[in-house]
């Protein structure tokens, strides 16, 4: 049986992977790709490690590189970094990295990097690189390594850089690092020297200020020697289990334990962009096998105290249901492995992997493993540019992850509502909105990053429903799955699936949510017997769905297809004449006399101002 499914699983490995040789033929699409070989030696008392890195980088562009770039997050986590000077200047810092002292009615905010000692800050230091043996010239401009190559890399080629390097484990402040507040000795996110992207925008070298991550596919094979005490999960799959034990090994054969005071992880990770691990000497391991051979691991503190352990032990068959979710409303998962693992600061999301925190009540336990885990799709297999398009990444995973925690923790219906449109409504009403373009370390606030990404990405779904239909929108979301998992999809790539799925036009609306700040609202101006006069007041056109109560008490629903669209959604309504975007008002005449008009009875539709949508007002 096993076997069985090892093979069907090495199936859908190729045929994902194969997708990706499709894609490049489509318009002279091309990716980068990079094969890491890293080994590293981790010291648990000091916090710090000693590493050698083999890269074969292939350019797959049509030009001639003369640098490359690496990313060295560490680096930001030292006092007077750009990190830092960021989290003293924003209005509203993130409370995890800043402490606060004063008074309720003074209060001094201190960014905690600020205040790292030498032995707390982290660091990534290079001791030495080549290219094809030879050594090359580099800078260290705060998190980013710029390397003036010694042979210009000519398209199609590979090269290879060997680099020896050196890190610091910093006092986890944002995401990575040691002891955290929960007391997990070690998230090693964003610890090794990653080469940054390259694509057709250009090289994507942005500094660590705050947030969000990109990175080139590639397999990772990677070996971790530290302390025996301490078990280890992660990204990609053990190769040693029987050498390891820690709950990897195979029960039905001998354990060889490795000799010495410290164990040698082997992990390999075929086709991912980017490599986390954390362990501690208090780990937990549960592994879950799924009935379709997909092993999901659970590494928590057998510390906590029992209401946390019970949830933990109760999150995994509830991790098994959303793996399914996502699987039949997405696509496939196509790896051996899942590793929940308890670190971090909150919850974030990486290759194969995922780290939150542990000490969650078990809805939110729950609710986060969900989101994280939809980020596996939506970043991982679809590795937008999560950058200088977070809203693609966050906005989307909020939204497959709400329907399945709906349907999964609620027992709801598992269809999209309005739910989550409070956040967007109170940064218009407060004018802190920026549109969904802005670089996502660029926002004024946090607040209207958060918003941006999250709600209003997620809102560009939801109201996809309204515009094209809820069943072509779930048929998007698979055709864009299938069409660009394990490449760098933009904007434009799920604008164009949803048109080619719908059969509608949808460009105006992924400028208007995306490259505007411009908002929906929409009013019934006037009845008159039969006659209704409906005003475009906000900047953003719409389609609209219009309810009418007549004066014998039946019923009847229009669709107003916006002529932009070139058609309307699939509909029960009776389909009206298109309403043009320079027209502000729309007259329709309904078939009898009307007692009432409702526009949007969804309230899918992001209309700022609900009031003017019904007639007559309540207040009258």
Not at 422 to 447: A, I
């Given at each position: 049986m096993r076997t069985k499914f090892l093979t069907t699983l090495s199936c859908v490995l190729m045929i994902c992977y194969a997708s990706?040789?499709?894609?490049?033929?489509?318009?002279?699409?091309?990716?980068?790709?990079?094969?890491?070989?890293?080994?590293?030696?981790?010291?648990?008392?000091?916090?710090?490690?000693?590493?050698?890195?083999?890269?074969?980088?292939?350019?797959?562009?049509?030009?001639?590189?003369?640098?490359?770039?690496?990313?060295?997050?560490?680096?930001?986590?030292?006092?007077?970094?750009?990190?830092d000077a960021r989290l003293q200047r924003i209005s509203d810092p993130d409370r995890r990295m800043v402490t606060k002292t004063g008074t309720k009615e003074n209060p001094i905010v201190n960014s905690r990097i600020a205040s790292l000692k030498p032995n707390e800050i982290g660091f990534i230091k290079v001791k030495s690189l080549t290219q094809n043996g030879r050594s090359v010239t580099y800078e260290v401009a705060g998190t980013v390594l710029e390397v003036s190559l010694n042979a210009p890399i000519q398209p199609g080629t590979k090269v290879t850089f060997d680099m020896v390097f050196d890190g610091q484990v910093p006092l986890q402040i944002r995401r990575s690092g040691r002891n955290s507040k929960e007391g997990v000795a070690l998230s090693m996110s964003q610890w090794f020297p990653k080469m940054a992207e390259y694509d057709f925008e250009g090289w994507q070298a942005h500094p660590y200020i705050a947030r969000e991550f990109q990175g080139v596919w590639g397999d990772f094979d990677v070996t971790i020697h530290i302390d025996k005490k301490y078990t280890v999960g992660g990204t990609g799959n053990l190769q040693n289990p029987q050498e390891i034990g820690h709950g990897y090994e195979d029960t039905s054969k001998p354990l060889k334990r490795q000799r010495g005071k410290k164990l040698a992880w082997h992990f390999k990770a075929p086709n991912v962009h980017d490599f986390m691990w954390a362990a501690d000497p208090a780990y937990k391991h549960d592994v879950l096998k799924m009935e379709n051979g997909i092993d999901l691991h659970f590494l928590y503190k057998k510390t906590l105290e029992a209401n946390y352990l019970e949830n933990w032990k109760n999150l995994q068959s509830k991790t098994a249901e959303l793996m399914t979710y996502f699987n039949e409303n997405i696509g496939q998962y196509p790896y051996k492995q899942y590793s929940v693992v308890q670190g971090g600061d909150g919850g974030i999301e990486y290759a194969m992997s995922t780290l939150i925190t542990g000490k969650r009540s078990f809805g939110s336990l729950v609710g986060v493993t969900a989101h994280e885990l939809a980020h596996t799709w939506f970043q991982f297999l679809l590795a937008s540019n999560e950058s200088i398009h977070s809203w693609m990444d966050e906005g989307f995973t909020s939204y497959i992850s709400g329907l399945a925690s709906n349907k999964i923790l609620k027992g709801g219906d598992g269809k999209p509502s309005?739910?989550?449109?409070?956040?967007?409504?109170?940064?218009?009403?407060?004018?802190?909105?920026?549109?969904?373009?802005?670089?996502?370390?660029?926002?004024?606030?946090?607040?209207?990053f958060s918003v941006g990404s999250y709600t209003k990405g997620s809102m560009f779904l939801t109201q996809l429903n309204y515009i094209i239909g809820e069943e072509n929108t779930q048929k998007t979301i698979k055709k864009y799955f299938n069409d660009f998992k394990f490449t760098h999809p933009t904007p434009n790539d799920i604008k164009r699936t949803a048109e080619k799925v719908s059969g509608l036009q949808l460009g105006w609306y992924l400028n208007e949510w995306v490259e505007t700040i411009h908002t929906i609202d929409y009013g019934v101006t006037s009845v008159a017997g039969a006659k209704i006069t409906l005003e475009r007041i906000g900047k953003m056109p719409m389609p609209i769905d219009v309810t009418v109560t007549y004066a014998d008490g039946t019923t009847e629903t229009f669709n107003i297809a916006l002529r932009m669209?070139?058609?309307?959604?699939?509909?029960?309504?009776t389909i009206l004449e298109d309403w043009t975007w320079a027209h502000p008002t729309y007259t329709f005449t309904a078939s009898k006399t009307v007692k009432s008009v409702e526009i949007d009875a969804s309230q899918l539709m992001a209309d700022i101002d609900r009031s003017n949508n019904v007639y007559p007002k309540a207040t009258e």
């Open positions: 990706v040789e499709e894609v490049k033929g489509q318009n002279g699409y091309w990716q980068q790709h990079v094969d890491y070989t890293m080994d590293v030696d981790i010291d648990v008392n000091k916090f710090q490690y000693k590493g050698t890195q083999k890269l074969v980088y292939t350019n797959n562009s049509p030009e001639v590189l003369n640098k490359v770039y690496y990313h060295l997050y560490y680096n930001a986590f030292q006092p007077n970094s750009e990190m309005a739910g989550s449109y409070g956040g967007y409504f109170y940064v218009v009403k407060n004018k802190l909105e920026e549109p969904l373009t802005t670089h996502s370390d660029r926002f004024n606030t946090n607040v209207a669209m070139r058609g309307n959604k699939p509909t029960d309504a």
